[in-house]
């Protein structure tokens, strides 16, 4: 027999349906964990999802949909505004960071991904002095090995690497992953045992 007292709605484009059996509570608090959160992409292909008017006003419309945390997404994240090359502005994500921070109702702000390479001395300040930025980063080691680093053209080398999260780990309950290639052509036994002696050095909350 059909039960006759099913209602199916779709939160974020997945189904649900309630009955007399339905936790409401439980359904209430996914959609008020996913309607707290939105993503709005920094790096898109388009010209416009680069300006920056564009992302704060993309977050205050979430603002007034009830938004608390907003995630930046980008490839090489931190890397925006460098390529500008009209007569827009010229920013960078450190200030990215700040404007966006300064729209009251937010109250959590996370970013990802970023690259090692850009991880100025402001970049860093900015994400420990913030406190609506969540004191977790990611950033990529790929390798250890200097010549690996080289050879994928990351544009940094093992030692900047380690000078960066050295930095960060002075930042009170931040939390530091990672991920890694290992087996890249021409890594050598004593390239992986660099990539080792990053892990023991750094010690990252999760690879």
Not at 104 to 132: C, G, V, Y
Request: proline share 4%; aromatic share 8%; hydrophobic share 35%.
């Amino acid at each position: 027999m059909n039960n006759l007292n099913v209602a199916k709605i779709q939160l974020n484009g997945t189904p649900y349906e309630i009955n007399d059996g339905t936790n409401l509570s439980e359904l209430l608090n996914k959609l008020k964990i996913r309607k707290n959160k939105v993503a709005i992409e920094v790096n898109g292909a388009e010209p416009g999802l680069k300006k920056l008017t564009y992302i704060i006003n993309e977050a205050k419309k979430a603002v007034q949909n009830g938004a608390k945390e907003i995630y930046l997404l980008g490839q090489n994240v931190n890397n925006y505004g460098k390529r500008f090359s009209d007569n827009r502005p010229k920013i960078d994500f450190t200030t990215l960071l700040k404007e966006v921070s300064r729209i009251e109702e937010i109250k959590r702000i996370r970013f990802t991904s970023p690259h090692p390479l850009h991880m100025d001395d402001e970049f860093i300040q900015e994400f420990a002095f913030n406190p609506k930025i969540c004191k977790n980063i990611h950033v990529p080691l790929q390798s250890g090995s200097t010549q690996i680093l080289r050879a994928m053209k990351r544009g940094y080398t093992k030692e900047w690497f380690l000078n960066r999260c050295k930095i960060i780990r002075q930042i009170p309950d931040v939390s530091i992953t990672t991920d890694i290639i290992v087996g890249f052509p021409g890594e050598s036994e004593e390239d992986f045992n660099e990539t080792m002696d990053v892990l023991e050095k750094v010690r990252f909350e999760q690879i």
